[in-house]
């Protein structure tokens, strides 16, 4: 075990200070009002265009690179730090190598009052929108909700610290990341079906439309593990696999912590893997025998998502970093349609909201904003009154975006209209139903429990309720 596992595994709690976010970083810091910055790795690191951010309890945000100082609001409330930089240079545990003071100070805090939950991973709702599954990291297991009655079904007993999680009809597949290990569990029962050994630290979770084959990529070893759902075999490793850390948070309060991986796609047809992060592109891997079938030379593109009807990709491009340049890219040629920069603003969120052609999507950039980008009309509109939302979805229909983050956003792809909102959870994460009108979001670090929305009416968004998960 590694002193990253070995610190987040621990019971350590710490004092009351402010909880920071660090977006494509490697370093944190404990801000109160003397602030430790530490030592920023060296060498490529040290010309990179360095954001720094304060969050305030209602998401609001605010550019502090000039200021680091003034780290309370005008009514006393403290503060989160946010540092933007690129991700995938770095994994967790390096994380604590570049600045090993810093992992004696946590171990050497007053562990002051316990939390009263097990650390939100990531969740998936089942195919027929009817439960929430829920990966509980630092009790090693999973929560199991009925999405209308919020009420837990079960507990799943799985592997050292699970993280990401995707289902079929009949299974769930889980990554427990210092176990090293994916979990394959039967829906019907809950029993687990079968494990198997994958490279080091799995974390990201996808299966193909037709519900045949898992994908779990792994941060250490840089490689993407395939596993056959009907034969429930171990069938393919992918080398040289684009993965990368992007987000970093912790909450010194009740040292809770969370963090994202870069994603990837799987083509509709279940023939391609589709990954950005890569230094010569945007990579289209063939799922039968791994190797690379194209690479389109759009360089730094660390997001990618598919339109609703997967025809096309979405991608971010950071090589501008600011601003960005958002691609409309057609899947069957594997060539960029249309490009768009929005100009004056960064990107905040690293994910992006499609409707069903791809011709609109959906971003979370900087200056407590939103924006919708319109290929067809190369335009796009923002949005200020939602704040930056740090997760986004879709209806079923792909018709609406979903913002989540303090303030709970419903916007109309085909207006460009903010219908409803519902204000005062704050939201770190979140996902929304495959079938339904309905969606439950999430903050590890703040509240170890899933709030449940229903948007049937988008025009007035109606929260449910929250149920803890562990």
Not at 331 to 342: G, H, K, Q
Not at 364 to 378: I, R
């Amino acid at each position: 075990m590694n002193r990253f596992q070995d610190m987040l595994l621990s019971n350590v709690r710490f004092i009351p200070a402010v909880f920071l976010i660090i977006f494509f970083t490697t370093s944190f810091s404990f801000l109160r009002a003397n602030t430790l910055f530490p030592t920023l790795p060296p060498g490529e690191f040290e010309d990179v265009n360095h954001q720094v951010y304060a969050v305030y309890p209602d998401g609001r945000m605010e550019n502090i690179r000039e200021n680091k100082s003034t780290l309370v609001s005008e009514t006393g409330e403290s503060l989160s730090e946010v540092h933007f930089f690129e991700p995938g240079k770095f994994t967790l545990p390096e994380l604590f190598q570049q600045n090993p003071e810093l992992d004696e100070l946590v171990r050497d805090i007053d562990p002051g009052l316990p939390a009263e939950g097990d650390y939100i991973g990531w969740s998936a709702y089942t195919e027929d929108g009817e439960r929430l599954l829920v990966t509980n990291r630092m009790t090693d297991n999973i929560s199991v909700f009925n999405v209308d009655s919020m009420e837990l079904l079960a507990t799943i007993e799985v592997g050292e610290y699970p993280g990401g999680i995707d289902v079929t009809v009949d299974y769930a597949v889980v990554a427990c990341a210092f176990g090293n290990e994916v979990y394959v569990i039967d829906l019907e029962d809950y029993s687990i079906v079968a494990t198997f050994e994958t490279g080091e630290q799995p974390w990201v979770v996808h299966i193909d439309d037709d519900a045949n084959r898992a994908y779990i990529s792994c941060d250490i070893d840089d490689v993407c593990e395939v596993i056959d759902l009907t034969s429930m075999e171990h069938v393919l490793t992918i080398d040289n696999f684009p993965i990368g850390l992007y987000s970093w948070s912790f909450n010194s309060e009740v040292g809770r912590n969370g963090f994202k991986f870069t994603e990837f796609v799987i083509s509709p047809d279940g023939e391609m893997l589709i990954a950005g992060l890569s230094e010569v592109g945007i990579l289209f891997i063939s799922t039968d025998d791994g190797e690379v079938i194209d690479t389109l030379e759009q360089s730094n593109c660390w997001i990618v998502r598919l339109s609703g009807d997967g025809e096309r990709l979405l991608a971010i491009n950071r090589d501008y970093p600011n601003p960005p340049e958002i691609l409309q890219i057609d899947l069957a040629t594997r060539t960029i349609e249309t490009s768009l920069v929005i100009e004056g603003y960064t990107m905040s969120t690293m994910d992006i909201a499609s409707n069903m052609d791809g011709s609109k999507v959906f971003l979370g950039v900087s200056n407590n904003s939103s924006a919708l980008v319109d290929f067809n009309d190369e335009e796009f509109t923002i949005y200020t009154n939602t704040y930056t939302p740090f997760w986004l979805g879709t209806s079923p229909d792909h018709t609406l975006a979903v913002g989540g983050q303090y303030r709970f956003s419903i916007i109309d792809f085909e207006t460009e209209t903010i219908l409803g909102q519902w204000i005062g959870n704050s939201m770190a994460g979140g996902i929304v139903s495959p079938v339904d009108m309905k969606a439950a979001g999430y903050d590890a670090l703040r509240h170890e429990g899933i709030y449940f929305y229903d948007f049937e009416n988008p025009n007035n968004p109606e929260y449910n309720g929250t149920t803890e998960t562990g």
